[in-house]
Nanobody, 115 residues
Framework: QVQLVESGGGLVQPGGSLRLSCAAS????????VGWYRQAPGKQRELVAV???????AYANSVKGRFTISRDNAKSTVDLQMNSLKPEDTAVYYC?????????WGQGTQVTVSS
């Protein structure tokens, strides 16, 4: 069983920065890709960024150049550095780990970008 716990959300002004962190339990974390998703009110959950076991990354077009995903396999953590935040980045952010046919999600952390 894998448990994911997100932290680091909060209220920030437009143009500001936040760093989200996802901590995973279990030893299998290092062998699988980890993604950050977000869900805004009334909208579908969308993929924001993903990082492979070896550190390869991919981003949604809407966050390219502003967000950076990174991982520390020794600590079983994946971080999402978010810069130049915009009001449209407001959402609940979730960490996701897919292990074969199993899909693991954290509880989510709220990010609100507002002046």
């Amino acid at each position: 069983q894998v448990q994911l716990v997100e932290s680091g959300g909060g209220l920030v002004q437009p143009g500001g920065s936040l760093r989200l962190s996802c901590a995973a339990s279990g030893s299998i974390f290092r062998f699988y890709a980890v993604g950050w998703y977000r869900q805004a009110p009334g909208k579908q959950r969308e993929l924001v960024a993903v990082i492979s076991p070896g550190g390869g990354t991919a981003y949604a077009n809407s966050v390219k150049g502003r967000f950076t995903i990174s991982r520390d396999n020794a600590k079983s953590t994946v971080d999402l550095q978010m810069n130049s935040l915009k009001p449209e980045d407001t959402a609940v952010y979730y960490c996701n780990l897919k292990v074969l046919s199993n899909d693991y999600w954290g509880q989510g952390t709220q990010v609100t970008v507002s002046s």
